[in-house]
């Protein structure tokens, strides 16, 4: 069974930084795409940042760039996201997500394989 287990959400106040920790269990797939996911109240879940696990490509939303950083290990099988310089805007549930291909972060999949989410709120 494929498990991903979310750690590291909460609340901050703007300009204050987080680390969101996800690790991935039960995969036999060789490489694939860890990342995350977001879904603020009233909206779509969209995708945020992600990477893969076999070259390291990353994919960023364009509203994160600059401020996010998606890194992975794969001898933990964990993937974390570095979220520096957070506004109010970011507030939302953080899934992780592992899908097959990074272009499929880019947007509102909705296939793969889930996590229960984290929720990040960040304070003005």
């Known amino acids: 069974e494929e498990v991903l287990v979310e750690s590291g959400g909460g609340l901050v106040q703007a300009g204050g930084s987080l680390r969101l920790s996800c690790v991935a269990s039960?995969?036999?797939?060789?490489?694939?795409?860890l990342g995350w996911f977001r879904q603020a109240p009233g909206k779509e879940r969209v995708g945020v940042s992600c990477i893969s696990t076999y070259d390291g490509s990353t994919y960023y939303e364009d509203s994160v760039k600059g401020r996010f950083t998606i890194t992975r290990d794969n001898a933990k099988n964990t993937v974390y996201l570095q979220m520096n310089n957070l506004k109010p805007e970011d507030t939302a549930v953080y899934y992780c997500a592992a899908v097959g291909f990074l272009r499929y972060c880019a947007g509102t999949y909705t296939g793969g394989s889930w996590g229960q989410g984290t929720q990040v709120t960040v304070s003005s």
């Open positions: 039960g995969f036999t797939a060789h490489d694939y795409v």
